[in-house]
């Protein structure tokens, strides 16, 4: 188990085991839960990009490509102007 000290500003440094061990790196975001047993949890908020290929889906939704997609956002932009 790895422990640290908190600095008079409250800052904590986390473990080069811990950061390895949920892939957290330079500008990563966590956050803090405590839990119906009052146990705090450090939960990465980095995702992998690889890991929300297809999230937006839906079955029967048909693809689009860059160039509509582009075409879509150039409308959208121009209904703000």
Excluded: C
């Excluded at 640290?4 to 990563?28: A, F, N, W």
Aim: proline residues 6%; glycine residues 8%.
């Amino acid at each position: 188990m790895a422990s640290v000290t908190i600095t008079p500003k409250g800052q904590v440094t986390i473990p080069k085991e811990i950061r390895d061990y949920l892939h957290l790196d330079t500008g990563s975001k966590v956050d803090f839960v405590i839990d119906e047993n009052g146990t705090v949890k450090l939960i990465p908020l980095t995702v992998p990009i690889h890991s929300l290929s297809g999230i937006l889906h839906r079955p029967g939704m048909k693809s689009v490509t860059l160039e509509e997609m582009e075409t879509a956002i150039r409308e959208g932009a121009s209904d703000w102007s």
